[in-house]
């Protein structure tokens, strides 16, 4: 029998998602086979500390703070545990790490010092992704499909306040969000001059920059998941039908009224367009291991890229693993395939050299 595999995963953060990103690692742990994997589960705090063990989900879950002694010794937060205990070796990591410090190429990069594999997307396509505005404008370069839109730095607003919607050319809906935020944290949907400017304000709450979207009419939100290296490939798309006006933080996560259509009704020539763009976009930003990619597709056929979601929800009524159970990937054979590909990338990046010989010794002397 082969030697079991010993997966650490990463979740918690410090950052508004925190909830979201416990749930979605709870599912992750049920989930991966125990006659594969040992599973090593690692929490970070709100306030930032690490600590490990099977206590460690029920430590956040209940919100309070770890003892001293509970918390991983930084910065080697891999070489001990709770009461000094070594972790032992680990095989891979699987960050399940939503939003700022987590999603955005911060634990990514860290990841990276410690030559561990690790799940995901790398430095540079977590952190585009995670910027909403350093997405869209890689996108645009690409010429993807976008809906108008005008940002700002919070510092900036009341100067320009007045003028924002002069700017947008366009009218009212509009959606107002957190540039570096997911899971719908800080959004808005504004229809008029004073709910824009609350949603503003609500917005600045969770980022100094802000984005400023035109809202599609009868527009349908259709969601692919892709999955792979540099050959990625995309599941069947689904459709989310929110119980809200918009798919907020309630309506995701909260109320469970929200319906998802999977496959989406959609014409096989529009699902293999959707299909195509998604992966496109995939490799456009940088993308490995995993994405979600979200559109918004205008009554005129029109299929506007949303986001780019590098660590999608894996809760139980998440959209990345059910669109590829639907796909014929099972959540468990998902999770196989997201730790193979991690192991991949690092195997392909060990062969690459990391010294290099002059023809003198010139930094000897």
Not at 317 to 327: D, F, G, N, Q, V
């Amino acid at each position: 029998m082969a030697e079991k595999l010993r997966v650490a995963v990463l979740f918690g953060g410090r950052n508004s998602e925190h909830e979201v990103s416990l749930v979605s690692a709870s599912s992750v742990i049920e989930r991966l086979d125990p006659e594969k994997y040992d599973v090593i589960p690692i929490g970070i705090t709100k306030e930032g500390k690490w600590i490990a063990g099977p206590e460690s989900m029920q430590l956040l879950k209940s919100g309070r703070s770890p003892r001293e002694s509970n918390a991983l010794i930084l910065p080697e937060p891999f070489a001990q545990a709770s009461g000094g205990h070594a972790l032992g070796k680990i095989d891979v990591i699987f960050p399940v790490l939503h939003g700022p410090y987590g999603e955005d190429g911060t634990v990514q990069g860290f990841l990276e010092l410690t030559g561990i594999p690790y799940v995901g997307c790398g430095v540079l396509g977590s952190a585009v992704c995670m910027d909403k505005v350093m997405q869209k404008k890689v996108l645009a370069a690409v010429g993807f499909s976008q809906v108008p839109y005008v940002w700002f730095w919070a510092s900036e607003w009341e100067e320009r306040k007045r003028g924002i919607t002069d700017e947008l050319a366009l009218g009212y809906p509009l959606f107002v969000k957190p540039a570096n935020m997911g899971s719908s944290v800080g959004i808005s949907k504004a229809h008029d001059q004073t709910e824009l400017a609350v949603a503003v304000a609500r917005a600045m709450q969770y980022d100094r920059k802000i984005i400023i979207e035109q809202g599609i009419a009868d527009c349908r939100e259709i969601e692919v998941a892709v999955l792979g290296n540099q050959l990625p490939r995309a599941s069947v798309p689904g459709e989310i039908i929110p119980s809200n006006e918009f798919y907020d933080y309630d309506a995701k996560y909260v109320d469970g009224k929200s319906k998802a259509v999977i496959p989406a009704k959609l014409s096989d020539e529009k699902r293999a367009e959707i299909q195509d763009t998604a992966t496109r976009a995939y490799r456009a930003l940088d993308c490995e291991g995993m994405a979600r990619v979200d559109f918004l597709l205008a009554s005129d056929g029109t299929a506007y890229v949303n986001e780019v979601n590098t660590i999608p929800g894996f809760t139980a009524i998440s959209m990345y693993p059910k669109l590829w159970e639907a796909s014929g990937r099972p959540y468990g054979e998902l999770l196989d395939e997201l730790i193979q590909l991690a192991l991949a990338r690092t195997a392909e990046k060990k062969k690459l050299r990391v010294s290099f010989r002059p023809k003198e010794q010139w930094y000897a002397n």
